[in-house]
């Protein structure tokens, strides 16, 4: 028996519309408390349930990050310290990666179940200058999707949504999700593992750090490279 049209839409709409709310919410109430006062205020009570939980605590953890990732939550930079903190760079970085990278995942399944199928026909219906560009973006998906994750300038809510905008397929989404992120990952990662000196100093981190020539220029270079196959492709259509 075939679904409704007004169940269908409910049914299409439902994760975006989840996604939403939940955004909303945590803007409203969880700003307060996804902070970094928040893990310095609670730390020794953190490090004491890990110690307690070695297994329990980082599925825990990564269940938080993509809860975090899914419903853009206000706190994302600041579960990257805490992964740092609570299991050093390694395991942290594959945890904070893990985490965003299903989180990812999850919105940008949302976002295209009810926005990007209808969105992708009407561009692949239009002419002019806008099927032009995202005819260039699919051509080159590869590159485009690393260079989005690698440059810190781009939001990673926005990394999300255009993909999900232009029906890029789940699987590519999804590794060059978790390849990408991995450097500044690490750097994060890398400042969280020495909050407990921080801590102990009274300072706070200092998140700019990723934008200090020798941290955006590798960064940079990195991007650059990823875009080296569609420069030579257009080299060598001129």
Known sequence: ??????????????????????????????????????????????????DASPVLTPALFVLAYVVIVSFSLPGATVATLAG????????????????????AVAIFTAVRSGLGEG???????????????????????VPMLMTMRLVPAVPFFVANLIPAFLGVATRRFAWTTFVGIIPAALVYTWVGSGL???????EAPDLGIIFEPYILGPLLGLAGLSLLPVLLKTLRRA
């Not at 740092?84 to 989180?103: D, K, M, Q, R």
């Not at 026909?121 to 560009?133: E, N, P, Q, Y």
């Open 1 to 50: 028996m075939s679904q409704t049209p007004s169940k269908s839409i409910l049914r299409r709409w439902a994760p975006l519309v989840a996604v939403i709310l939940g955004a909303v919410a945590g803007a409203v109430f969880l700003r307060d408390y996804l902070s970094f006062d928040t893990l310095r205020d609670n730390r020794d009570a953190l490090l004491a349930y890990r």
């Open 84 to 103: 740092g903190f609570l299991f050093g760079l390694f395991p942290g970085v594959l945890y904070n990666v893990l985490g965003a990278t299903i989180g």
């Open 119 to 141: 969105l992708k026909a009407r561009i692949d219906a239009s002419d002019g200058a806008v099927r032009r560009l995202t005819d260039g973006i699919r051509a080159n998906e």
């Open 196 to 202: 407990g000196a921080v801590f102990e100093r009274g």
